[in-house]
């Protein structure tokens, strides 16, 4: 079983659209969560961390669910620029560093 | 959060040549990690530099393969030797940042294309 797995994708979903991705991790004792968006031939950027409480930056809103090891990514009101690769992220709890990266999501926003 | 100066962006060698992708960073930073992507999957740690030390590996990686330098803490090279086409992949460099060092930024990367 991988570390962090990802539903490859791609969605492709209409503009304006809602979409939301899912992640499962499999150390349980993991501490923090991210997610991080990439573009075509782009490095990663942190798009936001996920916390137990949740949280929400705009049309975007994590959530983090430890009893079932999942993490979720909320778009609301897709945009054309949304058109990237989510990359779930996950500190295992024994490193300050060593993040484990899921293979990613692909989104295309169509007009 | 840092800003980090890759280079090159792109290049392609030929089998059994070798490249050494550099990486600068604004600021002093105790650990500079190297990552490799290929095609279509997800970031695989290759190693951890540290200044003063010699380079950590991660599992699978060798420093024959992927020697590393970290002359100060501003910068880091990673050198692909002795190539071949599964070689062919993105390398990055990235350092900690956020208010506990809990989060990785990123150089643009480095995509090797090897013949």
């Known amino acids: 079983r991988k570390e962090v797995e990802q539903d490859p994708g791609p969605f492709n979903v209409p503009e304006g659209a809602t979409v939301a991705f899912n992640c499962t991790y499999s150390?349980?004792?993991?501490?923090?969560f991210f997610w991080y968006r990439q573009d075509c031939r782009k490095e990663p950027k942190l798009l936001m961390s996920v916390y137990s409480s949740g949280n929400e930056d705009g049309r975007f809103t994590a959530q983090l669910n430890r009893a079932s090891q999942y993490i979720s990514l909320l778009i609301r009101d897709s945009k054309l620029s949304d058109s990237a690769t989510y990359l779930c992220?996950?500190?295992?709890?024994?490193?300050?560093?060593?993040?484990?990266f899921g293979s990613g999501t692909r989104l295309l926003v169509r007009p | 959060s840092a800003v980090i100066s890759q280079k090159p962006s792109r290049d392609i060698c030929q089998r059994g040549t070798s490249l050494t992708i550099q990486c600068q960073v604004d600021?002093?930073?105790?650990?500079m990690f190297w990552y490799r992507q290929q095609p279509g999957q997800s970031l695989t740690l290759i190693a951890t530099a540290n200044q003063g030390s010699e380079a950590t590996y991660e599992s699978g990686f060798v420093i024959d393969k992927f020697p590393i330098s970290r002359p100060n803490l501003t910068f880091s090279t990673l050198t692909v030797s002795n190539m071949s086409p599964e070689d062919s992949s993105i390398y990055l460099c990235?350092?900690?940042?956020?208010?506990?060092?809990?989060?990785?930024?990123f150089g643009s990367g480095t995509q090797l294309s090897v013949l």
């Open positions: 990235s350092v900690e940042g956020g208010a506990t060092n809990e989060k990785l930024f």
């Open positions: 992220v996950v500190n295992p709890a024994d490193s300050s560093y060593k993040l484990i």
């Open positions: 600021s002093q930073v105790t650990m």
């Open positions: 150390n349980s004792a993991s501490q923090s």
